[in-house]
């Protein structure tokens, strides 16, 4: 089902293709996607302290971007059909048609680490990110200096660095154009997560199910999506081979050298940033990081 896309994934052409009844075509869904939910403290967790490391060894030694541990990136799902609840306008969101916002983030090597789904196709992408335990609760995902990244949607904190943002008309300075290019290089991995993701199961192009006023129609939306990032990250783990068609391929770096240490204890960038601290200190103190090293 979550292979196919539009009436591909519907009742009757499962019953059809398996040549099963209606009853026992809802009990092994079911039954599948209570054994895919069952492993997901196994394949889609937060990297603890020393994985942590690892990833900001990776995405420094490959791009030069250090520090970074997750790459925030929202997506939507669309719905095949209007909802039939009092918020169904709020799914009518940036792009035609209803939909649901998702907010994932994933690692430098694709895989999804964290991701909040259920929100309205026309919550904006900050908004999503601030319900997460990435904001709430900022010290039991990242040590001093570990931080997330984003496009300029998201709002900068020492634990999230985005993009420099441009107005209608504007341009931008040199040295931000430069910082937006550097982090680019590896905000594109999201982009290449999510276009995996809806790759290998098309069925979240277009849900083919209806959101009611009844709490259990998202519900059983939302484990189905869960379900499809469980997944992922098994494909993820297990070396699955990405499809062109998907998105660019690039090789994953084998930098895995603990015992370098790609950051000077002296560097500017090691100082922990005081509570008090403007919100974008951190961005700051990168982009004086990069001029200091000529953007290289």
Same mark, same amino acid.
């Given at each position: 089902?979550?292979?196919m896309?539009?009436?591909?994934?519907?009742?009757?052409?499962?019953?059809?293709?398996f040549?099963?009844?209606?009853?026992?075509?809802?009990?092994?869904?079911?039954?599948?996607?209570?054994?895919?939910?069952?492993?997901?403290?196994?394949?889609c967790?937060?990297p603890d302290?020393e994985?942590?490391?690892?990833? /900001?060894?990776?995405?420094?030694e490959?791009?030069?971007?250090?520090?970074?541990v997750?790459?925030?990136?929202?997506?939507?799902?669309?719905l095949?059909?209007?909802?039939?609840? =009092?918020? /169904?306008?709020?799914?009518s969101?940036?792009?035609?048609?209803?939909?649901?916002?998702?907010?994932i983030?994933?690692?430098?090597?694709?895989? =999804?680490r964290?991701?909040l789904?259920?929100?309205?196709?026309?919550?904006?992408?900050?908004?999503?990110?601030n319900?997460?335990?990435?904001?709430?609760?900022?010290?039991?995902?990242?040590?001093?200096?570990?931080?997330?990244?984003? @496009?300029? /949607?998201?709002?900068?904190?020492?634990?999230?660095v985005?993009?420099?943002?441009?107005?209608?008309?504007?341009?931008l300075?040199?040295?931000?154009?430069?910082?937006?290019?550097?982090?680019?290089i590896?905000?594109?991995r999201?982009?290449?997560?999510?276009?995996?993701?809806?790759?290998?199961?098309?069925?979240?192009?277009?849900?083919?199910?209806?959101?009611?006023?009844?709490?259990?129609?998202?519900? %059983?939306?939302?484990?189905?999506?869960?379900?499809?990032?469980?997944?992922?990250?098994?494909l =993820?783990?297990?070396?699955?081979?990405? #499809?062109?068609?998907?998105?660019?391929?690039?090789?994953?770096?084998?930098?895995? @050298?603990e %015992?370098?240490?790609?950051?000077?204890?002296?560097?500017? %960038?090691?100082r922990?940033?005081a509570?008090?601290?403007?919100k974008?200190t951190?961005?700051?103190?990168?982009?004086?990081?990069? #001029?200091?090293?000529?953007?290289?």
């Amino acid at each position: 089902m979550l292979g196919m896309e539009g009436a591909g994934a519907n009742g009757p052409n499962q019953r059809n293709t398996f040549m099963i009844d209606k009853g026992t075509s809802t009990v092994f869904s079911r039954r599948v996607t209570e054994a895919i939910l069952s492993m997901r403290e196994e394949f889609c967790n937060w990297p603890d302290a020393e994985e942590r490391k690892k990833l /900001a060894r990776i995405a420094f030694e490959d791009c030069g971007l250090p520090h970074v541990v997750g790459i925030a990136n929202g997506t939507l799902f669309p719905l095949a059909f209007e909802p039939e609840s =009092i918020d /169904a306008p709020d799914h009518s969101g940036r792009d035609d048609g209803y939909s649901l916002t998702t907010m994932i983030v994933c690692d430098y090597n694709k895989k =999804i680490r964290y991701y909040l789904a259920g929100f309205p196709g026309c919550a904006h992408d900050n908004r999503v990110y601030n319900a997460t335990g990435f904001v709430k609760r900022p010290n039991d995902c990242f040590a001093d200096m570990e931080h997330n990244i984003g @496009d300029s /949607a998201f709002e900068n904190s020492p634990y999230m660095v985005s993009s420099f943002r441009k107005g209608k008309g504007e341009t931008l300075v040199e040295d931000h154009e430069k910082f937006n290019t550097k982090l680019a290089i590896v905000r594109i991995r999201s982009e290449h997560c999510i276009g995996i993701l809806k790759g290998c199961f098309p069925w979240l192009r277009s849900i083919r199910m209806k959101v009611t006023d009844d709490p259990k129609s998202v519900k %059983l939306i939302l484990r189905l999506i869960d379900a499809t990032v469980v997944l992922h990250n098994m494909l =993820i783990e297990f070396g699955e081979e990405e #499809k062109e068609e998907w998105i660019d391929c690039e090789d994953f770096s084998d930098y895995d @050298d603990e %015992l370098r240490a790609p950051f000077r204890e002296d560097d500017v %960038l090691n100082r922990s940033i005081a509570a008090a601290a403007p919100k974008d200190t951190r961005r700051k103190q990168l982009l004086r990081y990069f #001029k200091e090293n000529a953007f290289h």
